[in-house]
């Protein structure tokens, strides 16, 4: 396993802190009382360091095509510009600054944006750089603790400052103990050659990590002696808690070794009710009505007086960034206030309101799904199994607004989106995008026809975790195949020739395979197409004009020719297409 912080290595800590804040997520969201009991620390940061990993994602997808690779600066600026951006809540935003006060470390005196490690400056050259960074790591973790309690209005002991301060002390106390030239000598100094010094650096960045995480898990313990209402619920501090599970990820990262979990028996209430039970009566405290976050975009003097202004306005106010990006977070009366604050500091956009007062009248549930369906029996379909709607009529596709509106109205912290239509891909992106904006996380199923949106709600668990419940749904759309028939409206050349106004076409993964007049017979035609290369379930949804006699003719010919496959029949109600198959 890696020893120092390159590219690939800051690439690994983002998506193993993201597969491990996917797993602590729910225990995390179980614990969070303070500032307010509104169960989403974990959600909040999982979304946080979501957005870091894709914009490191991006960098390396920059270099695919080309012999070069992505510096280490170009890295850690990109996870700390993602983590920005992409914050969520309280926490996510205080994360956001932790990583950017690393960066600020990490990154200074290393090549530019576009000088990678490869071009230009000779042999083993970026390899230096990220040894450096390895001996960088305790400064880097002084740095992100100050900046962040810098942006926080008025910091509290017993959080995640708490911890990130407690992690500096940690490796810097380690690193001054093991490291023969001091933690801030630069690198290349006297008495230490390129290779020999490497070796060093890189020694010192596992030793520190490891001594960081043991420090923020002793300061973690501490929490709820220090917060009352921590003290108060049993639980240790949320934001904490997921601050030690990054770190944990970059001592995997970095040493090749996981730490041990952290043990159940940090937590006094086992049981979820327990603990709901215990932010309930924290909660009962009072506060602010609202939480307002928005990017911003303003000049160091006008966020300066903009922090005066919010500070007299609400509390937990945490306002992160630098150099004509922030990220703003405050929790207010009135949040129209807040808003006007930020037009009055510069562009304020990503706006995102939302009020205590209703999440609390109107719990969220954990999951849910939301389909777009053809037609009207599909949507009491899809209804039955437990899904959110949205009703595709024929010429009509909803927009990404009325996809959005639904990923509310199903009110989840986790939802599931199925387009069901491949020309809705991007629409359904554009939804998701939106909605996790709004602090949402959802998972976009590519399915390109509602027969495939039918096989994966038929797979779909909510007790499930959230990853496992995507990638089983996922799995299930994606080995149904789909074909639906349709009447031609005018003359038109088709991958199975021309076709005349009024022929039946049967459609097979999207491309017209059959050309025919009767419905029946070009039904069967399909068919007997899928069913060649095997199948255990033929699904057949039937349009509002289709009569009855056509289906049992399809069952029959599906029995008569395949004993072990089974068929099953829904009506659609008004459609766009009189026929849709699926065969699983």
């Known amino acids: 396993m890696p020893q120092t912080l390159d590219a690939a290595a800051v690439r690994s800590w983002c998506a193993l802190a993201l597969e491990a804040l996917g797993r602590e997520r729910e225990e995390i969201d179980a614990i969070n009382v303070y500032p307010v009991a509104d169960g989403d620390t974990g959600t909040n940061l999982y979304l946080t360091v979501e957005s870091a990993a894709q914009a490191v994602e991006a960098v390396f997808a920059a270099h695919e095509t080309g012999v070069s690779a992505p510096a280490p600066a170009d890295a850690v600026r990109a996870m700390a510009h993602g983590a920005l951006i992409g914050a969520r809540g309280n926490s996510g935003t205080i994360l956001a600054q932790l990583l950017r006060g690393m960066a600020e470390v990490l990154t200074e005196g290393t090549p530019g944006d576009g000088d990678h490690a490869d071009e230009g400056h000779g042999e083993g050259h970026g390899q230096r750089y990220a040894q450096g960074y390895g001996g960088r790591l305790a400064p880097a973790l002084r740095r992100a603790a100050e900046l962040a309690r810098e942006a926080v209005a008025h910091p509290v002991e017993g959080t995640i400052l708490s911890v990130a301060s407690a992690a500096a002390d940690a490796a810097e106390a380690a690193s001054r103990a093991d490291a023969p030239y001091g933690v801030d000598a630069p690198y290349g100094a006297d008495g230490a050659d390129g290779a020999d010094r490497g070796a060093v650096y890189g020694a010192d960045a596992a030793r520190a990590v490891r001594a960081a995480y043991a420090g923020a898990r002793a300061a973690l313990d501490a929490t709820p002696g220090q917060l009352a209402v921590l003290g108060r619920a049993g639980v240790v501090d949320a934001g904490g808690r997921g601050l030690l599970t990054v770190l944990g990820a970059l001592v995997r990262c970095l040493t090749g070794d996981a730490p041990p979990p952290f043990p159940a028996g940090h937590r006094r209430y086992e049981n979820p009710v327990a603990a709901e039970s215990a932010a309930e009566a924290c909660a009962t ?10 990017l911003l975009e303003a000049d160091e003097a006008a966020v300066a007086r903009l922090r005066a202004r919010l500070d007299g306005l609400g509390d937990s106010l945490v306002v992160v960034g630098g150099d004509g990006l922030w990220n703003v ?34 719990p969220r549930v954990q999951r849910a799904v939301v389909a777009v369906v053809p037609g009207e029996g599909l949507a009491g379909l899809c209804a039955e199994a437990g899904a959110t709607t949205v009703l595709a009529r024929p010429g009509e596709p909803p927009a990404s607004g009325e996809l959005v509106e639904a990923i509310r109205r199903a009110h989840a912290r986790e939802v599931v989106l ?21 602090g949402v996380r959802v998972a976009l199923i590519p399915t390109r026809a509602a027969v495939q949106g039918i096989a994966a709600l038929a797979v779909h668990q909510p007790d499930r975790r959230f990853d496992e419940d995507v990638v089983a749904m996922t799995s299930a759309a994606g080995a149904t195949r789909y074909a639906e028939l349709a009447v031609a409206e005018r003359q038109s050349w088709t991958m199975a020739g021309i076709c005349q106004a009024g022929d039946v ?5 999207g491309d017209v395979a059959v050309i025919g007049s009767d419905l029946a017979a070009t039904a069967e035609t399909v068919l007997s197409r899928m069913l060649s290369a095997g199948g255990e379930l033929v699904t057949l949804v039937l349009g509002e004009d289709v009569p009855e006699t056509l289906a049992a003719c399809l069952e029959s010919y599906v029995r008569e020719g395949h004993l072990a496959v089974d068929t099953v029949v829904y009506r659609g109600g008004r459609q766009s297409a009189p026929l849709l198959v699926g065969v699983e």
């Open 418 to 438: 199925m387009p069901n239509d491949e020309a809705l891909r991007h629409t359904a992106a554009a939804a998701a995008e939106q909605a996790r904006t709004e």
């Open 285 to 294: 405290e009072g506060g602010p009505a609202f939480e307002v976050i928005y």
């Open 329 to 362: 977070h405050v929790h207010v009366d009135d949040a129209g206030a807040a808003v006007e604050a930020g037009v009055e500091a510069g562009r304020p956009y990503r706006i995102r309101i939302t009020h205590f007062g209703a999440a609390a009248e109107e």
């Open 505 to 509: 076409l049967g459609l097979i993964d």
